[in-house]
């Protein structure tokens, strides 16, 4: 596989339980620098992500001792709460009880929290780099691995795909990153210099899931066929049973049941039967190390790495990866392949050679450089040749594989793919976030990655837009030719076919076709085309041939919003002439299950006076949700509610810069007679509804007997992020049903509909409002959540940091003598201790029982100047303090025993 360098407050609630402190310190097994020597990291963004993998860690820590770690960036304070009115930093703290408690049943015990911030649901990678900060967030994740040592890095989905959470894309695109970085001397070397910890070589990198299909049932993992042949797919069958008894299924299930606060209390019970049980599947995105892709046993993603290949393979420990110097090829061309080997640290590889294996047709040379034998712990190369025959197919992956054998010592096999494509490649330009994930994964070497992603472009109902297509020329002369877009039945452009001249060898380009939706019947949104897809093809010719690139436009509502008439008022109904235009369906699912009319569904119309945009959406509703109190007025996806959304100008590429109000159509405040209430929620300014929206005025009328609500609304167009463009503004209407008690939503509602469309402004639908002459206003700054709950602040987090050698937060480790607790005992009230630090800084303090904390106490400490506090704790439970210190951005945890 390819490895290539990237470019690189409050006091809290303390009834926490966790891990118990005796539980760590038993688990711990020291390595260098006194930190716990981890197997397997997942790296994810938000507490509840490795959720679906716990079946697959708790089966390899069973049944072959495989130490697993967890590194989540945030603790998921902007998440919902299905069970308190916590929020912010205290929710933080509850979410890492909660998943210290659902990792635990899988055995795993290492839990590294990053204290950034979790501010909102976003489809935006860029978003979350830019507001959790790439240097600082990717050193601390360097550092953990760096002092835990795993042979495994997992991960999410990188890419943009729909729906896809971009807290989720960047974490993954942080750990690939971090898999690449622990092992360069070059990146982060203050960490080595100052901190005294050594580089790290992971052996396999792997992102979850699989794109493709397989069958449930004992073969999940052997019947799994991915849709890009070259992807390298691994399953490990949950239906595997544990020395309980129970199957690694059911104890996920019950795992994902302490996920309490995001509603996870009633997820169903697991299959019983064998046949219905599901794999974990995980795709190889870089290995160190040679494997098998044959091997569809549990343990294939650990052999070569902490577990020996299996018999005849290699000694564990040696290296064997290809490099490529390109992943895109076009027929005729040559590319050098590099096959890198490395021998164990203890011993030499005997009379090693590589020999490369290629697609039918194609040549290869060379292969020499290797010698007699590769020294324990040394590297050699060996580099090839290989050419792709001039009438290969093109828009194709293929596999070059590599072999290692070794006089008496084993063999092992190692592949990399590459891309076969026409010397100029014409494609559907992409939207902004893929274009820079596709800059991205090209510059680590990843551009594999490339094909989860399906080119889609929106367009409105009944209009037109321009459609670029992005030319590459691959090869090594200049090139002219013609580019043929190729349009669906009730699409037309102005031209089929579209020339280019004279571009030079390795140069870009592109042509531009004016296409407009010329039927404008055609079903909208997720209705249309095949799951909202209505397929293009883009056909490329040159001199040396042509090509053909797929791609598809989605067709988003569109509608004319009329100045309302003249007796408009905000009152629940929509009066004669009140609403001119058009009413509108908000009835099409997006998410979750399906409704029928009666069940849940929606529509409304929209109009605008001089200074607002005025809504009113008619909801029929067989079960009304639980009711929210006024207090806990926000996350309106848990129940039944409305969103409303306007995107000013049309073109935002995150919901920074849009207008997104949830509404409630009632609350549980019999006091006042059960208002209705609204807050603004991931948008440009998040909060209460009336300070966030002021002048925003909401009017709910709920029927009775409950059949459903109607929800009617003025935004002054003064609060939006921007002046409105009358030609083209954004605007979506979302609905929410819930019929239970819960706080969770069963079905997803709209008008403009694709998964994840919530956080996906390119997809909401476009309206003109004709008339209209916007105000002079400019873009205002995005506001964003800045609080995150702290290491410090948890003592489960300092529980563990004072055994495994990783300090709380993942920032630098201050040595043991920065801070001394002496004199521990208990005295009437809770604990007296002594404390004395070497430097300035402030120091957190908990008596902790082994489970929760009972007291805590903050001091500020100065170099030499001891000092004797007092940590609350009421009766005898109190067996330990456990100690926070900071100090110049770094830190020390440390736990010391009560005496008696």
């Not at 979410?95 to 204290?115: C, P």
């Not at 993603?301 to 290699?314: D, E």
């Not at 006076?609 to 067989?622: C, E, F, S």
């Amino acid at each position: 596989m390819r490895l290539k360098a990237f470019l690189l407050p409050t006091a809290l609630a303390l009834a926490l339980s966790g891990t118990p402190a005796a539980a760590l310190a038993a688990s711990a097994h020291p390595a260098a620098g006194g930190a716990v020597d981890l197997d397997v990291l997942f790296v994810s963004a938000h507490p509840d992500d490795e959720a679906g993998s716990l079946a697959t860690l708790g089966q390899w820590k069973e049944k072959y001792g495989a130490k697993a770690g967890v590194v989540t960036i945030t603790r998921g304070e902007g998440g919902g709460n299905a069970v308190g009115l916590e929020e912010g930093p205290p929710l933080g703290i509850i979410r890492e009880r909660e998943e210290r408690t659902a990792i635990g049943q899988a055995g795993v015990q290492n839990l590294y929290n990053l204290d950034r911030v979790d501010f909102w649901y976003t489809a935006s990678a860029p978003l979350s780099e830019q507001i959790w900060g790439h240097d600082d967030t990717l050193g601390q994740i360097v550092r953990v691995i760096r002092t835990t040592r795993p042979e495994i890095i997992m991960t999410m989905n990188p890419s943009p795909t729909p729906g896809n959470h971009g807290n989720h894309q960047q974490a993954a695109r942080f750990a690939a990153e971090a898999f690449q970085a622990a092992a360069d001397p070059k990146a982060f070397p203050e960490q080595i210099r100052k901190e005294g910890l050594s580089v790290f070589r992971a052996a396999k990198f792997l992102r979850t899931g699989g794109t493709g299909s397989s069958s449930a049932g004992p073969a999940c993992a052997s019947s799994f066929t991915p849709t890009v042949p070259t992807d390298q797919v691994f399953g490990v069958w949950e239906g595997t049973p544990s020395s309980t008894g129970k199957t690694w299924a059911e104890i996920e299930v019950e795992a994902r049941r302490e996920y309490v606060t995001q509603g996870w209390a009633g997820t169903a019970a697991a299959p019983t039967d064998p046949a219905k049980i599901r794999c974990d599947f995980y795709t190889l995105v870089d290995s160190r190390v040679p494997y098998d892709p044959e091997d569809s046993s549990p343990e294939a993603i650990l052999r070569g790495s902490m577990l020996a290949s299996a018999n005849g393979g290699l000694p564990r420990g040696t290296e064997l990866y290809l490099t490529t110097d390109r992943f895109d090829l076009a027929p005729g061309e040559s590319v050098e392949v590099t096959a890198h080997v490395k021998a164990a640290a203890n011993r030499a590889l005997n009379h090693p050679k590589v020999a490369l294996q290629v697609p039918a047709g194609w040549s290869v040379s060379g292969g020499t450089g290797l010698g007699a034998s590769v020294p324990a712990g040394r590297d050699r190369t060996a580099t090839f040749t290989v050419t792709v025959p001039k009438g290969a197919e093109t828009g194709t992956q293929k596999l070059l594989t590599a072999t290692l054998s070794t006089k008496g010592q084993g063999s092992g096999s190692t592949d990399e793919a590459v891309r076969v494509v026409a010397d100029v490649r014409g494609t559907v330009e992409p939207l902004p976030e893929v274009g820079l994930f596709r800059d991205w994964a090209s510059a680590g070497g990843y551009g594999q990655l490339d094909t989860l992603i399906k080119p889609v472009l929106t367009i409105g109902s009944g209009r037109s837009r321009d459609v670029r297509v992005d030319l590459r020329n691959v090869g090594d002369t200049v090139q002219n030719g013609t580019v043929t877009l190729g349009l669906p039945e009730g699409f037309t452009a102005d031209a089929a076919t579209k020339s280019y001249r004279d571009l030079a060898a390795g140069a870009t380009g592109a042509v531009t076709f004016s296409v407009t939706n010329s039927d404008a019947s055609l079903p909208t949104a997720n209705e249309g085309g095949e799951g909202g897809d209505y397929g293009i093809t883009i056909t490329t010719a040159s001199s040396t041939g042509s090509t053909v690139e797929t791609g598809a436009l989605e067709i988003v509502p569109t509608t004319e919003v009329p100045q309302a008439g003249a007796a408009h008022a905000v009152d629940g109904v929509a009066s004669a002439g009140e609403y001119p235009g058009e009413e509108l369906d908000f009835s099409r699912i997006w998410e979750g299950e399906a409704t029928t009319g009666t069940d849940a569904s929606a529509k409304g119309r929209i109009a605008w006076t001089a200074d607002a945009l005025k809504v009113i959406v008619t909801v029929t509703d067989d079960v009304l949700g639980r009711k929210v109190v006024p207090q806990d007025c926000k996350r309106q996806r848990r129940t039944d509610s409305v969103e409303i959304i306007v995107d000013p100008k049309g073109n935002s590429s995150d919901t920074s810069t849009v207008f997104k109000a949830g509404i409630f159509p009632i609350t549980d405040d019999p006091a006042n007679g059960n208002p209705p209430c609204w807050q603004r929620d991931a948008d440009n300014r998040q909060g209460p509804g009336g300070q966030t929206a002021p002048g925003m005025t909401v009017v709910s009328k709920v029927s009775e007997p409950y059949t459903g609500y109607t929800i009617e609304t003025s935004i002054p167009f003064s609060v939006l992020p921007d002046a409105v463009d009358p030609a083209r503004m954004g605007f979506n209407v979302l609905v929410y049903d819930s019929d239970t008690q819960d706080l969770a939503s069963q079905s997803r509602l709209g008008w403009s509909t694709f998964t994840g469309v919530r956080a996906d402004p390119y997809r909401y639908g476009l309206v003109t409002l004709p008339g209209y002459t916007p105000a002079q206003q400019g873009p205002s700054t995005p506001v964003f959540p800045d609080t995150s709950a702290r290491s410090v602040h948890s003592p489960q987090t300092i529980a563990q940091s004072a055994v495994d050698g990783v300090a709380p937060a993942a920032v630098p480790r201050l040595p043991e003598q920065a801070l001394r607790l002496t004199r521990q005992h208990r005295v009437n009230g809770g604990v007296e201790v002594s404390l004395q630090s070497d430097r300035t800084g402030t120091a957190y303090l908990y008596t902790w029982d082994g489970d929760r904390a009972l007291g805590s106490r903050t001091v500020e400490l100065r170099s030499g100047r001891p000092v004797t506090v007092l940590v609350p704790a009421d009766g005898d439970e109190a067996k330990a303090v456990l100690a926070a210190f900071e100090s110049g951005g770094s830190a020390v945890a440390q736990q010391a025993t009560i005496r008696r």
